[in-house]
Nanobody, 128 residues
Framework: EGRLVESGGALVQAGGSLRLSCATS????????IGWFRQAPGKEREGVSW????????AYTESVKGRFTISSDIAKNTAYLQMNSLKPEDTAVYYC?????????????????????WGQGTQVTVSS
């Protein structure tokens, strides 16, 4: 059974940086695409960034382009989300999720509830 564990969330001032980690176990990591999603209070969960762990091709939602960088380390079975120039509107619970055998552009189109595995989430709070 696959398991994903996020870490790295924290309280940070606007303009600051955080790196989130998504440690996986129980899956063949490079058979999956990883997506990072976030959910702010009272809002729908939204996709933020995606990566196919085999070819490393990334994708981003428009609001984080140029600020966030997704990456993956096959040797550590871990995906990362480097978040720079954080804004108060980035405040949310951040989740990582894994979906089997999809390219990055395909993973972008999959609803979050169709992913195979989910983490428990990590809170990111950006103060103004």
């Amino acid at each position: 059974e696959g398991r994903l564990v996020e870490s790295g969330g924290a309280l940070v001032q606007a303009g600051g940086s955080l790196r989130l980690s998504c440690a996986t176990s129980g899956i063949t990591f490079d058979d999956y695409a990883i997506g990072w999603f976030r959910q702010a209070p009272g809002k729908e969960r939204e996709g933020v960034s995606w990566i196919n762990t085999h070819d490393g091709i990334p994708a981003y939602t428009e609001s984080v382009k140029g600020r966030f960088t997704i990456s993956s380390d096959i040797a550590k079975n871990t995906a990362y989300l480097q978040m720079n120039s954080l804004k108060p509107e980035d405040t949310a619970v951040y989740y990582c999720a894994a979906v089997w055998a999809l390219k990055t552009n395909q993973a972008m189109g999959v609803p979050y509830d169709k992913y195979d595995y989910w983490g428990q989430g990590t809170q990111v709070t950006v103060s103004s």
